[in-house]
Nanobody, 125 residues
Framework: QVQVVESGGGLVQAGGSLRLSCAAS????????VGWFRQAPGKEREFVAA????????YYGDSVKGRFTISKNYAKNTVYLQMNSLKPEDTAVYYC??????????????????WGQGTQVTVSS
């Protein structure tokens, strides 16, 4: 399985933007569906967004639709999560996950076998 590493988290004011990156090593992201999940303290891990192996399909959680965009850059072997109009409730550790099983439509945590260590996103009000 591919190894993934997240970056780009940080502290931002409400209404601001951040772009998270998920870099792959060892394998090409072209062979993997990639998802972003997040987990706030005391809460379960929540689905945020996913993109198919081909990059031609994506799916978003209801709480981020219209504000977040997931994309793949094959040349850099990186998946991005562009987050706009951030809200305090978006505060969480964000995790990148990948799997050869092309479950990009409404995936769950169990659909991905490779996980990164997470990156903290904090949105202040």
């Amino acid at each position: 399985q591919v190894q993934v590493v997240e970056s780009g988290g940080g502290l931002v004011q409400a209404g601001g933007s951040l772009r998270l990156s998920c870099a792959a090593s060892g394998r090409s992201f072209g062979s993997y569906a990639v998802g972003w999940f997040r987990q706030a303290p005391g809460k379960e891990r929540e689905f945020v967004a996913a993109i198919s192996k081909s990059g031609g399909n994506s799916y978003y959680g209801d709480s981020v639709k219209g504000r977040f965009t997931i994309s793949k850059n094959y040349a850099k072997n990186t998946v991005y999560l562009q987050m706009n109009s951030l809200k305090p409730e978006d505060t969480a550790v964000y995790y990148c996950a990948a799997d050869t099983y092309d479950r990009w439509y409404n995936p769950s945590v169990g659909d991905f076998r490779s996980w990164g260590q997470g990156t903290q996103v904090t949105v202040s009000s």
